[in-house]
């Protein structure tokens, strides 16, 4: 038992940021004094000695109401520990983005808090997580059923989790447990909880994923080692058994093999960002987006993805040493699938 006192503060759009919530304060402790509020129930954060903001995501980055929250009591707000969590979607933090016009982004879990960490830059959350979430699809306002219908249309199938399913969801247990054991670590000086699989009741059910048809799993997966070719672009993602900073080296090396400028674009302490680039057969200069990433749910492995977003007819040239690459980085038993 710890004399600190918490608060969890939240705003959910269909009940899956208030699973957690729940789910986080027994994680934590019930002998631990945390307070589970929704934002518009709270009007002082000032009681509290540290404070965990929860949400949910749009457009691929906290919902306005978070914002909206933290800008209220920001200045009390940057005297306490703080954490940041949220339920998404898209929980790869190995992802890059690539649209038509704008430039090519990180995406996926974590990298939603993008744009709060450089907004509130006086806030410094000891540690933030994205655990994923749950989507009931026909009980979505229209404006998100026409967004998940869009999405269907435009994004490759293998992205889109939720097809024939009623209820659909992508959260993973581990993310929660280490987000909850971060929280009694390093905020509250407590051992972690050892028996975290005994509270997973807070968000499994028995809930279909599909009325009609039982045998469909409504938590969908996909697979870490895939390699694919489309006109949009060509993508490998694999993982090895190797750190985040030996990946990197690793890199170093694959570039200067094959005389491609390799720069680093983000780096923070779960993933790093790179960009190879190289003229193929005296054209115009390619790039191979690159990120490697640590993953909670499989330990002591680092996963690693490569994309090249050029038409087929130029890219030929960075499809090989993409394989390269993977031939490289899975060398001297590195290699897991």
Not at 35 to 42: A, C, E, T
């Amino acid at each position: 038992m710890t004399e600190k006192k918490g608060l969890i503060a939240y705003e959910t759009q269909y009940g899956s940021v208030a699973d957690v919530a729940y789910w986080l304060k027994a994680l934590i402790g019930i002998e631990n004094h945390v307070d589970v509020k929704k934002y518009n129930q709270i009007i002082a954060v000032e009681p509290y000695d540290y404070v965990i903001i929860g949400g949910y995501t749009r457009w691929e980055k906290p919902h306005k109401t978070t914002y909206d929250f933290i800008e209220r009591f920001h200045d009390e707000l940057a005297k306490k520990e703080l954490a940041y969590f949220l339920t998404c979607g898209e929980i790869d933090e190995t992802l890059v983005m690539y649209m038509p016009g704008r430039p090519v982004h990180q995406t996926g879990g974590r990298s939603y808090f993008m744009d709060v960490l450089k907004k509130f830059p006086k806030l410094k959350p000891v540690t933030i997580r994205a655990f994923g979430g749950r989507q009931v699809n026909r009980f979505l306002n229209r404006w998100d059923s026409v967004t998940i219908r869009l999405l269907q249309k435009t994004a490759p199938p293998y992205k889109i989790g939720w097809t024939g399913l009623d209820m659909w969801e992508s959260l993973v247990p581990e993310r929660v447990e280490a987000f909850a054991n971060d929280i009694r670590t390093k905020i509250l000086s407590l051992p972690p909880q050892k028996d975290v699989a005994n509270y997973r009741g807070f968000w499994k059910s028995l809930q279909p994923g599909n009325l009609t048809d039982k045998s469909k799993d409504k938590l969908s997966t996909r697979p870490w080692t895939a390699t694919r070719s489309e006109k949009r672009g060509y993508s490998t993602r694999l993982r090895i058994k190797a750190t985040i900073d030996t990946t990197a080296s690793l890199l170093e090396d694959w570039a200067k093999q094959n005389g491609m400028e390799l720069k680093e674009e983000n780096k923070t302490f779960y993933n790093k960002y790179f960009i190879a680039t190289k003229k193929y057969n005296g054209g115009k200069a390619l790039s191979v987006h690159i990120v490697i990433a640590e993953v909670i749910e499989d330990p002591g492995n680092t996963h690693i993805a490569l994309n090249c977003y050029a038409k087929p007819a130029i890219r030929e040239g960075a499809e090989e040493d993409i394989k390269k690459a993977g031939t490289l980085l899975q060398d001297e038993g590195r290699k897991i699938d």
